[in-house]
């Protein structure tokens, strides 16, 4: 569009009032000034849509979505004038004159946001970190927004780095103050009907922002393994250790107390002392728990009632029912798939003081395949079973498990010693060969281990009867339950419970 030309310079003629004011008597246009403008929370972007509106030229050096947005429509425009010069102008013309704008109007936030989300249904919805942003500034004064966008932008970047999102954050504060309103309900809220409860007023508290960075420090300590400033608790290895270990538990739900912990007690002189007491024994209920029962529901309840009680006390109640330790010794041994990275981590950090290698596998000392004739009096099928045994998995650095490949014990050794996992070192060290009587071996040296450790750190500790655990009703059909029960006139207990899920 820039050459000249009888359809050329009219089109531009047509272009221009719909961008630029023009004088109405003498036709002049103001270059400098648009008739679009963005009202976008955050000025930043505002102005750089509205330089390139003015200049015509976007920012080389610029990651913006507008700026690579208007780089790359600039460029397969020009492509296409270029190719089908004819064409491009019946599109400007088709565009200018057979387009339809329809301006929408909205009266309330609200309204614009039901507006914009049916519209865009197949677009990039709305996340409800969106809504809450939008919520939250529209609630400020002019200097609060100006301060809150900085905020909001800084901990945005901040949680992509450590691995998490701001929606995450805003999840994690829910179960905290649900907890501060003793809410122990299993259900879990959806996070936006959560937080919409009397109008949003969840969102306008003081210290929410401040709340949510408090979080995200945990989650730097765990995921970047970094420390923070002023944290004294952030530099203690046995601390970190733990946490990893619970970063290997096979779902979510150890999160929620750890994050309400550390927010509601951060402050406290004997933090770092009670938070590592706190830690281990999370650990121990959990792990053991689903290591003898790998569901979810094993630990539900629990977990919520964990939750309120954090608030409670430093030191909190665990009402979980007692785990048999017979049984926890058994299945440590044939250990379900979900849990083995998690022992793996609890038994290796009993024997050094560091973390692990953050990429590591679990190695199978004697391998996967294997030649039948090198165990003559033993069945494939059970070498199969024993290989799989947690007395034959360790951890091993992903790049010196690729060396060592498949190989035989003899053949492992050299990159075994290579291998900063100390107790991968000690049994190199202390071990000539590998066959199944060393895996049965080092299955009961694991097993009883474990259960020792998580004895000691509170495993069947009991602080007082604990109440009757009630049997798990799946939440879409908790609604139902409750109808029955009431019909039926019963009490909520195990046993209307059982009648309900077998009927």
């Known amino acids: 569009m820039e050459k000249s030309g009888s359809e050329a310079d009219f089109l531009k003629s047509q272009i221009v009032p719909t961008i630029w004011k023009q004088n109405p008597t003498t036709g002049e246009v103001d270059f400098d000034k648009i008739l679009i403008t963005s009202r976008v929370m955050g000025d930043e972007g505002n102005q750089e849509f509205a330089n390139i509106l003015i200049s015509g030229k976007a920012d080389e050096k610029s990651n913006s979505n507008y700026a690579k947005n208007y780089r790359l429509l600039q460029q397969l425009v020009d492509e296409y004038a270029a190719e089908q010069p004819l064409a491009f102008y019946n599109l400007i013309s088709n565009i ?38 939008a919520k939250i500034y529209n609630h400020l004064d002019q200097n609060g927004k100006k301060d809150f966008i900085e905020r909001w932008q800084e901990l945005d970047e901040e949680a992509t780095n450590a691995g998490e999102s701001i929606q995450k954050l805003f999840y994690y504060y829910m179960f905290y103050l649900r907890a501060k309103d003793n809410d122990r309900k299993t259900t879990t809220p959806g996070i936006r009907k959560y937080y919409a409860q009397n109008n949003f007023e969840r969102l306008y508290s003081n210290n929410i922002m401040e709340n949510l960075n408090t979080i995200l420090n945990l989650w730097i300590v765990i995921n ?70 790998p569901t979810i529901n094993a630990v539900k309840t629990g977990i919520l009632n964990l939750n309120a009680e954090i608030i409670n006390s430093p030191q909190p109640k665990f009402y979980f029912s007692r785990v048999d330790e017979k049984e926890l010794s058994d299945k ?35 391998p996967q395949k294997w030649q039948s004739s090198y165990f003559p009096t033993s069945s494939d099928s059970e070498v199969k079973e024993l290989v799989e045994h947690i007395g034959n998995k360790i951890p091993f650095e992903k790049k010196l498990n690729i060396i060592a490949s498949n190989g035989y014990f003899a053949k492992k050794k050299e990159s075994y010693s290579k291998s900063k996992v100390e107790i991968l070192l000690d049994l190199s060290k202390n071990h000539v060969d590998w066959g199944l009587d060393e895996i049965r071996e080092r299955d009961i040296r694991v097993s009883d281990e474990l259960v020792k450790l998580l004895n000691e750190w509170g495993l069947n500790q009991i602080d007082v009867q604990p109440k009757e655990l009630l049997t798990f009703i799946p939440d879409e059909r908790f609604s139902d339950y409750q109808s029955f029960i009431k019909m039926f006139k019963m009490e909520d207990s195990n046993e209307a419970r059982e009648k309900f899920l077998n009927m």
């Open 96 to 133: 200018l004159n057979r387009a339809i704008l329809l301006p929408i109007t909205a009266d309330t936030q609200d309204t614009a946001l039901t507006i914009f989300s049916t519209l865009n249904d197949r677009g990039l919805a709305l996340s409800d970190a969106d809504i809450f942003k």
């Open 224 to 293: 970047n393994r970094n420390t923070v400033d002023n944290e004294k608790w952030s530099e203690n290895t046995e601390i970190k250790q733990i946490l990893d270990a619970l970063t290997s538990y096979p779902n979510e739900f150890w999160k929620y107390p750890v994050v309400i912990y550390y927010l509601h007690y951060h402050q406290n002189a004997t933090f770092e002392d009670e938070f590592l007491l706190f830690v281990k024994r999370l650990l121990a209920v959990l792990s053991a728990r689903y290591i003898v029962t």
């Open 332 to 366: 440590i041994k044939n250990a379900h798939r979900n849990t083995v990275r998690m022992i793996l981590k609890i038994i290796a950090y009993q024997h050094q003081s560091d973390l692990l290698p953050e990429k590591w596998e679990i190695e199978h000392i004697l």
